[in-house]
């Protein structure tokens, strides 16, 4: 018998090693890791040979939704990969050191690879997560000297107006669309082209977002927030309020229909020329506001 911190436990075979069957535990422990990390490289070459699954969220419409999609798919794979490895990890501690005596196990103080490897490798994580995150963000917010298309965009209680900036400027109509109560506004862009969205609200905070375009970007009161996308689907979409702005909030929905360029022209030349009748809803006003529940 020998002591181990205080207790004593049979002495084992060679290097203390206790004999089952013929067999040392050690060596079946060594067994029992290398079929577990085979394991693991199999499921991860499998992993890597799939297509990049999309975890739920849309396909996107934008050339901007494209990046977002892939830095979710890398930030996703990354959290499962690193997952998959600790689950691993947990359920070889559990069969591979599983009570099987009354006998005290050895003991060991501490493994230094080990340890630096599990300091070393979340930090290397952390670290890339951060690097695409920042480049990612970086390219998103970028806005261009000079938008093809500029669209102000007035969160009001309880709908949205859309006005574009580029109208009216050689003595024909600011075209713009108001949302009535019950009659959400419609967007109409170009495919193709770079749309600047100017964000303002007379009233509360809201959030405009497309889930197409996998973004959104809140409207406070006082402020001005812009961002761009360059659409590269055609296609309506439907938009949404993602700000509890209060008790109309579920009835700002509206809809983003993106059009190929030539008709998108056709349709702001048509609205420039228009009657001030036929142009459609007046305009909002500051500090004021439209629909029901005011």
């Known amino acids: 018998m020998r002591s181990s911190f205080g207790r004593t436990r049979p002495a084992g075979g060679a290097h203390g090693r206790t004999v089952h069957g013929g067999r040392t535990v050690r060596g079946g422990r060594t067994r029992r890791g290398i079929r577990l990390g085979v394991g693991l490289s199999v499921l991860a070459l499998a992993a890597s040979a799939c297509q990049e699954p999309r975890f739920g969220f849309p396909g996107g419409a934008t050339v901007q939704s494209h ?50 490897l599990y300091t070393i490798v979340p930090f290397v994580v952390a670290v890339g997560l951060f690097y695409y995150t920042a480049r990612d963000e970086t390219k998103i917010d970028h806005l261009s000297k000079n938008p093809d298309v500029t669209v102000n965009v007035v969160g009001f209680r309880w709908n949205w107006q859309f006005r574009y900036m580029d109208t009216g400027k050689n003595g024909g109509n600011l075209v713009e669309v108001t949302g009535q109560p019950g009659v959400p506004a419609v967007l109409e862009i170009p495919e193709g082209r770079t749309v600047r969205f100017v964000l303002t609200s007379p009233d509360v905070i809201h959030s405009f977002w497309v889930p197409e375009f996998l973004f959104k970007r809140d409207v406070i009161p006082g402020r001005i927030n812009q ?46 020329t228009a009657t001030a009748t036929a142009a459609g809803a007046p305009a909002l006003t500051a500090g004021t506001t439209t629909g029901s529940g005011q």
Not at 232 to 261: N, S, W
Request: hydrophobic residues 45%; contains cysteine; charged residues 25%.
């Open 227 to 272: 961002f761009e996308v360059t659409p590269d689907k055609t296609g309506t979409f439907i938009g949404r309020c993602a700000e509890l702005c209060g008790q109309g909030h579920d009835q700002m929905d509206f809809y983003v229909k993106v059009v190929p360029a030539a008709e998108y022209d056709k349709f702001i030349s048509e609205r420039e």
């Open 67 to 116: 990046r977002i999609l892939n830095l979710w798919q890398g930030s996703a794979i990354a959290a499962l990969t690193v997952g998959v490895i600790v689950w691993g990890l947990i359920f070889y501690a559990i069969i591979a050191f599983r009570k099987r005596s009354e006998a005290l196990p050895r003991q060991v103080r501490y493994n230094l690879p080990v340890e630096v």
